[in-house]
Structures are given as structure tokens and as C-alpha cells.
């Protein structure tokens, strides 16, 4: 449990500082997506969960939570990584 409410928070810390400063927050998301979609992938539980769909409930939320919004969060993450040069404010 106290796992679980230190990595909630961390999504909320880094809500609040991708609104404060992108490139503060583009290293810790990318590291939070892949320790869920890992720890998603090796725990024996959630892969009994998402194979069987019992509870149904369950296996959604770990599906959509756990793969399709991290994949997503990885892939913007990497993305403006990738272009965060172009990403600066030019100053005239």
C-alpha cells in the first residue's frame, strides 16, 4: 500500500511540474513508465488477472493503465526528448 501511494504521488508531482517545466519531468516519466510496465509484466497476479479478464474491472484498469497510458507516457516522453532542441523559445 505504501508503494502504491508514493508512486501516486509521484504522478502528481510530475503533473504538477510538467506545467512548471517540461524538461524537469522527461527523465523521472520515462523511468515511472517502464518500472510500471515492468513491474505490470512480471507480477504473476496481474498476468492472472489480465489473461482471465476475472475480475473484469481489474484486468481493464491494468490493461489501459498499465500499457496503453504508459506506453503513451513513454513514447510523448521519448518523442520530445528526442526534440526538445526545437522545443526552445528563440529569442529575437
Known amino acids: ?3 502504491a ?3 501516486e504521488t509521484a504522478f502528481i508531482v510530475l503533473a504538477v511540474l510538467s ?3 517540461l524538461k524537469y519531468t522527461l527523465i523521472p516519466n520515462t523511468a515511472i513508465a517502464i518500472i ?12 492472472e488477472i489480465m489473461s482471465s479478464f476475472n475480475p473484469l474491472e481489474n484486468a481493464i484498469v491494468l490493461i489501459v493503465g498499465g500499457y496503453v497510458l504508459q506506453g503513451l507516457l513513454l513514447s510523448v516522453s521519448l518523442s520530445v526528448f528526442k526534440n526538445r532542441k526545437n522545443l526552445r523559445p528563440t529569442i529575437k
Open 1 to 3: 500500500m505504501i508503494n
Open 5 to 7: 501511494i508514493f508512486l
Open 19 to 21: 506545467f512548471w517545466r
Open 36 to 47: 510500471v510496465i515492468l513491474g505490470n509484466t512480471t507480477s504473476s497476479k496481474h498476468l
